[in-house]
């Protein structure tokens, strides 16, 4: 059965995730952005509303659909993007960090690491997987992890880590033995207590300037032989099948919140039209005006159902690589769109709030370009799935 709508307790769980974003957020989204700082009341108010207790109830309502997570963080993710994309990366939890254990973790090792976010106080996570010299082409990792008795010993350098700073865990990804290639690499639990991991570098951005992205640096940092994920010690392509398998769950998230923003700057450039439309805008550029945003209408209700259909394989456990990486790759050229349109039409209006959670929404967009893969890396996956039978590099 395909069912294009939510039921009345999904929708009940998207309007309380939007409640949140519209008096937690949006209310501190400017200031935060601004100085490139959180207040620590934020993350105790989100970690108090979004708590197994506060969704309680809607948990009750939600329990007879199942299989539905996946598509529950996505309306999520919307709403809290929607409300500040840059703080919706900073809520605390395990985060990126929470995808590869469920993946790759025993039911052991993830009760194990979980455990440490069920103590009420404020917990963060993290992956790591880019370092100086590698992004998008994992396979000539830097960051080796060599076994020394009953310890893995961590050294390298990753960059660009969200929450890396403050995340108590880290997941980070190195490479057992270079020769391998990817084939090398494998996924380690790294706890921030550890000697020997450092932060260094904490990012000046453009965008989601209040969202925290660090250095991290290892030096013969140890951790204990059953940090190693599932245990695959020996086993070929896991690693690099845990790296892409963390991606094809993190993608459709991302997508999702690049939704959000984008939804936020075509809502706001539809009240300055309705509010603010200069006095003899004249008729011709008020036709073409309105049929942009139309198209834009259009585009965001296209990039939500390619949001949602790649969480929904994602439920039913279908493989669902192309549709991730479509989902990413729509919504994130769409955000651009829409925010660099709302920033051209909404030009001739005097300088306001609106107009400045516009500009910043047009800084933050870029980034949902290049993270969890660029736009060239989605279609050379997209291009790969849909032609096996071609060899493309
Ligand atoms: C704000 C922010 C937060 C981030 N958070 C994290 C995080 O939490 N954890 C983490 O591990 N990483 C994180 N990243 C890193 C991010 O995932 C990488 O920046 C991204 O994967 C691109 O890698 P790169 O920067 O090395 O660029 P490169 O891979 O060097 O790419 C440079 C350019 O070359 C193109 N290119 C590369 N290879 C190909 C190819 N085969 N074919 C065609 N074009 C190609 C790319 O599309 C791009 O345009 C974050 C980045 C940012 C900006």
Redesign the pocket.
Known sequence: MIKFTLSKAQAAYRDYQHQLALEEMRPISLLCDSQEEIPETFFWNMQRRLSAEALAPLHAQLAPEPRQSNLLSMLANEEMAWGDAALSTALPGPG?AAPPLLSQGTPEQQKRFFARYQDGQLHWG?????EPG????VAGMETTAVLDGDEWVLNGR???????ARADLVIVFATIDKQLGRDGIRPFVVPKETPGMLVGRI?K?MG?RA?Q?AELLFEQCRIPRDHLLAGRETSKKAGFKAAMGTLDATRPMVGSLALGIARAAYELTCEWVKDELPLGYPAHKRRELLSELEELRQELEMARLLVWRAAWMADQRLPNSKEASMCKAYAGNLVMKVTASAVRITAPGQESERRRFLQKWFRDAK?FD????????QR?VIARRLFPEVDIP
């Open positions: 990126l993290a992956l790591a997987l880019t590698i992004g998008s082409d990753k960059q660009y880590i969200t929450n890396g990012e951005k989601l969202s992205t980034v290049i993270f969890e893969g660029t736009a060239q890396i050379l």
